[in-house]
């Protein structure tokens, strides 16, 4: 069998060992050096009955006489160095197996297969070729989008973007890894294929108009509205930051103070150092003003005097009313929240995303925690109970539900971890809200502090470099092979690099994510410039009039 065939891949070497649960110890050829053999690369091992499909998640060096480890040859000697590589020495990969594919056209029918055994003694290992990763990934097509290649290879690897929108997904990293980045293009594939409408927090201004790229020198790339204007509706917070940042707008978001409700104050207990006698205290506020006037009424107490009579006719610590409205008065610096609206910003939302347009909510100024988990839990939580009531009313007939919907949010640990996950509306969509045609694609630098219910209910992970235990142990958590896969984390680079395993890809794959942000990449996505388009329209008027030339 030659070393290069068309269709496949480049010889490494053949399989000397293993089992199913420990991988396959694959010695390398001695024409083939371990310096070439990166964790996370994919091969390909052709047993007598099946294809294997598997990873490298380990690289060794051996010797066949030990004596050489203790008295070392003189390897400037190009002539001992010759026969001592190979001879000698050599070199060991460890392959997790991770899928397999019949060799009959039954079984090439049926497509990849979970792996079930390991491949004969001295099966042929081969780096896996562009047919290969097709075959396992897909092709860029209707739903599956091009996110990345394989380390060392130019090859596409796509996610199917259906079931990527199926279930809720997330995109974990350390700080500077290129979450957003990530983000960015996953957005725009769903976008661009039409998979699922998308509603996106967007907290530091990145997914709208433009946002910045990864990389040494940081520069401006286009976002969402810039590709798709007719697709894509921003919304926003801060009409005079949009202004400044020469953002054209859809809709300035506003929300009554009759909008808020304690559960969301209770989400801002942390970051507003509310006790619990003041969350005791928000309870008889509410029976005595009533929901909708509850938070108007307290903020309008401007006096001591009425704020201690109030105390007493609750029979609350006045000291406790005085706590609570020192905390609560930060909320009258977010200039977007009002007494009452003149537009429902819901309702706004809603029709956009029931046209099929993706709504992008802008925070300008205002990307702070404190208004970022407060208008994502307000606005989620009327959004969830329209999209229940809407599945409701369609049963039986699939054509009369709502359309996908994925919602995008950063900092996802302080809406899912442990002490409030049960309690607030994100931890309900990642729970249940499948059945309802909505799920979270969450972004996170801290999955460990993700309640781990929640963590096992995000069907897609794409995970960018960790260096915290506890991090790599939560993102890892139900995954099979997570022993291989965690070196393999732990040897992603800081950019560019990310390890994608769960529901919308058949095996984990470690990849470099494509570029994004150049005139090329900007057309492979369809987009034209408004030069392209008086082209186009010119060429439309002389292909209908004539040559008016």
Known sequence: ?????????????????????????????????????????????????????????????????KQIEITPPDMA???????????????????????TLGLDAVSILDGPQPVKTVPSHFSEVR????????????????????????LDMETKVCLDLKRFGERSSGIFGKSGTGKTFLTRILLIGLVQKGAAANLIFDMHNE???????????????????????????????????????????????????????????????????????????IGFLLKKFGSSRWLEAFLSIESTEERDELAESLGVYSSTLRALNMSLSRLRRLKFLVPRTVEDSVQMILGY????????????????????????????????SRYVDATERAMGDKNQQ??????????????????????????TIAREMRKYNVTLLVVDQRPSEIDEEVMSQIGTRITCLLDNEKDIDAVLT??????????????????QQALVVGHAVPMPVVIRTRDYGSPESYRDLGFASAAELRRRADKDNDDLFGDRS
Do not use: C
Request: aromatic share 8%.
């Open 402 to 427: 709502p359309r996908q919907l994925v919602i995008t949010i950063e900092e996802a640990h302080k809406f899912l971890n442990p002490g409030v996950a049960k309690q607030t509306i994100f931890g």
């Open 77 to 99: 000697d190009p002539f001992v160095a010759e026969i001592i590589a190979g001879a000698s020495t050599f070199g060991t990969v460890h392959v997790a197996p991770m899928l």
């Open 207 to 281: 997914y709208g108009w433009e946002g910045s790229s990864e990389g040494e020198q940081t520069r401006t790339v286009k976002g969402l509205k810039q590709l798709f204007p007719a697709k894509v509706a921003v919304f926003t917070l801060d009409e005079e930051s949009s202004r400044a940042r020469k953002v054209l707008t859809d809709f300035t978001v506003q929300i009554g103070y009759d909008q808020v409700e304690p559960e969301d104050i209770e989400m801002l207990s942390e970051l507003l150092r509310l006790s619990p006698r003041a969350m005791d205290a």
């Open 127 to 150: 780096e896996a070729s562009e047919e290969d990763v097709a075959l396992v990934f897909g092709r860029e097509d209707a739903s599956h989008f091009y996110v990345g290649t394989p």
């Open 478 to 495: 139900g995954i099979s092979g997570k022993n291989e896969l965690r070196t393999v984390l732990a040897k992603l680079e800081t950019k």
């Open 353 to 384: 995303l029931d046209r099929g347009q993706n709504v992008v909510l802008e925070f300008g100024r205002y990307s702070d925690l404190l208004a970022y988990v407060l208008v994502a839990n307000i606005l989620t939580r009327r959004i969830h």
């Open 1 to 65: 069998m030659s070393e290069f065939e068309p269709g496949r891949g480049k010889r490494l070497g053949m399989v000397v060992g293993g089992s199913l649960l420990d991988g396959m110890a694959v010695r390398l050829d001695s024409g083939d050096s371990v310096e070439d053999m990166a964790v996370g690369r994919y091969v390909v091992v052709e047993g007598r009955k099946k294809k294997f499909f598997g990873m490298i998640t380990d690289v060794t060096l051996g010797t066949i006489d």
